[in-house]
């Protein structure tokens, strides 16, 4: 099992920055490839970035094209962190954000093993 908590969220005006967190703990955090998505209320779940495992410590990333140039993924392995990145918010960006973790990389978040409870961002005009 690997547990994740996400954390950062918060209430930010339109053209601010988060950086959100994911820190991953119980069975290792190697080899895995992380996500991220988010899901406003009444709405699917949407994909925003990934990142694949790299013994390095990059990765490949791979982004939504709603957040491609706004949004930076990146991990940190030691610290089995994941994170997230977001400038030039926009109040359209406010959704429940969640990570996830599984061992194939994909836009699809029901190919991810492991999820997050959520963190808020909300994005005021």
């Known amino acids: 099992q690997v547990q994740l908590v996400e954390s950062g969220g918060g209430l930010v005006q339109a053209g601010g920055s988060l950086r959100l967190s994911c820190a991953a703990s119980?069975?290792?955090?190697?080899?895995?490839?992380m996500g991220w998505f988010r899901q406003a209320p009444g709405q699917e779940r949407e994909f925003l970035a990934f990142i694949t495992w790299n013994w390095n410590g990059g990765g490949s990333t791979n982004y939504a094209n709603l957040v491609k140039g706004r949004f930076t993924i990146s991990r940190d392995n030691a610290k089995n962190t994941v994170y997230l990145q977001m400038n030039s918010l926009k109040p359209e960006d406010t959704a429940v954000y969640y990570c996830a973790a599984g061992t194939r990389y994909s836009r699809r978040w029901s190919e991810y093993d492991y999820w997050g409870q959520g963190t808020q961002v909300t994005v005021s005009s």
């Open positions: 119980g069975r290792t955090f190697s080899g895995y490839n």
